[in-house]
């Protein structure tokens, strides 16, 4: 997947931390987590017969299907692994980093599945499971790590002895006093369970989840300053600038084209003139997981959609300024081969199908909040 090609449209919803010029960021963002992508856990003759993802800001759902095309039946480990992560006040809340919510069915019927998880302290990722397991403390939660009482609280850590509690100080598990008792290690995990896959024969799975999401706020003039740019309005101190701020948006391989239907939405179509930042997001998903399956993918089809399809209803709030009526302006990159492929679905939906498809890039979609365009009757009534 090259990131030359680029898409951009109309759509919805919030993620996070991206390295860009600090002039263009304001306020403080959270960091996407990427994920999604089902790995088999040793070798396989099993193909993706077919794969349709859908993403929005608030759900990934992905359909795949297996087919085993040998003459014996294949029975293996299948893993959606969950990306290494820890307890800090800039990192996303544990239930969106643990993807808490994550659903299996096969065959279109819940499916049951294992978590296999281990916990690491420090640089050198010193094994602690043995202990934490020993002393009932859940690892993926942090001990059920939440507020009560207007502080954070650890139920499994604080229902322990005190002479247990400085134990755990004092190797670094936890914290060095009594007001923080949440837990230092880093989680590793992954969803795990059995699949036997039928000698000719087919074998569907669906799962879903709420994507991570990074959020960050960008200063609204970056875009009329690209816009500027790209039509060569400006001289070349502010060219330099632009080519720095830039990188914002380059992530999501947005266009000249993309930069200026940005400006005239988002910076001249009504934004109160003293909010001087807009809200951005973005999704990662995973999708070089599927290289791990025989022969990439046969039939792939990838949907992005809006929480708010038909946009009217759709409100947006950035600190006291609270937008009606909005949409949300979408790029991302695509491979060379969807050139041309791109469709616009009902309620604002965009459509990339594939055939004989090997991804060798993950999918990062950015999400722009913008007002609705105004209509010609609406201009009129001024």
Known sequence: MKSKTVFCAVFLFPMAILLVSPAVLVGDGLPSIPAGGLIPLGKTGVAIAKEVIRI???????????????????????????????????????????????????????????????ATLGEKGKDI??????????????????????????????????AEQERLKAMGLIGSDDFDLVGAWTVHMQFQWTQTFTAHATVHIHYEYTPAAGYESAERDIFRLLSDYYEGKVDWVAAIEARDVSKTLTDFCADPTFVRNAERQIVSAGRPENESATPF??????????????????????????????????????????????????????????????????????????????????????????????????????
């Open 129 to 162: 499971t043995e202990i934490l397991t020993a002393d009932k403390i859940d690892i993926p939660s942090f001990g059920h790590l939440g507020e009560a009482n207007h502080r954070t609280v650890a139920p499994d850590i604080e229902r322990l002895p005190k």
């Open 281 to 382: 997001y973005w999704v990662d998903y995973t999708l070089t997981a599927d290289d791990k399956w025989k022969q990439g993918i046969g039939d792939f089809t990838l949907i992005v959609e809006p929480d708010n399809p038909d946009g009217e209803t759709g409100t947006s709030q950035t600190g006291d300024f609270v937008m009606k009526g909005w949409h949300q302006l979408i790029s991302f990159c695509l491979p060379d081969e969807a050139l041309g492929k791109v469709e616009t679905l009902d309620g604002n939906r965009l459509q990339v199908h594939l055939t004989g498809f090997i991804p060798d890039k993950d999918l990062h979609i950015g999400f722009f909040d913008a007002p609705l365009p105004k209509s010609p009757a609406s201009d009129n009534k001024k």
């Open 56 to 118: 929005s800001p608030k759900k990934v759902v992905v359909d795949d299907a297996f087919y085993n095309d040998s003459d014996r039946p294949v029975t293996i480990e299948i893993a959606f692994p969950v990306p290494p992560y820890y307890e800090d006040i800039d990192t996303p809340p544990i239930p969106s980093q643990s993807f808490a919510d994550f659903k299996l069915y096969i065959e279109g019927k819940p499916a049951s599945f294992k978590k296999k998880v281990r």
